[in-house]
């Protein structure tokens, strides 16, 4: 499924942002579904991740009690709700379909254009 990211931008540290992710060519979303994000000259790195019946969900501890990982009720989009936002937050957000692989959630498929989001201190 091609994927598309939105509502990334500039905040200010300390303020919020919603980032959402819908399917190009599906009529819905597949769970299990993830967020992640990459910035310049680095790997890109595993932020939040839903299982498939949406009811539990994992963060990155670097995320972990400020952004919240969601999907809604026709699984046609999913969200990230990024609070208290920091500098170091501050990345290209891609959203993707996901397996737990030896604990870890996987990212498969292909990646979409992804959102910025930069955060200004």
């Known amino acids: 499924v091609k994927l598309t990211e939105s509502g990334g931008g500039l905040a200010q540290a300390g303020g919020s942002l919603r980032l959402s992710c819908e399917p190009q060519d599906a009529p819905s979303l597949t769970l299990p579904m993830g967020w992640f994000r990459q910035t310049p000259g680095k790997e890109r790195e595993f932020v939040a991740a839903?299982?498939?019946?949406?009811?539990?969900?994992e963060y990155a501890d670097a995320v972990k009690g400020r952004f919240i990982i969601s999907i809604d009720n026709s699984k046609k989009t999913m969200y990230l709700q990024m609070n208290s936002l920091r500098p170091e937050d501050t990345a290209v957000y891609y959203c993707a379909e996901v397996l737990k692989r030896s604990g870890a959630w996987t990212p498969f498929g292909s990646w979409g254009q992804g959102t910025p989001v930069t955060v200004s201190s």
């Open positions: 839903l299982n498939w019946n949406a009811e539990i969900t």
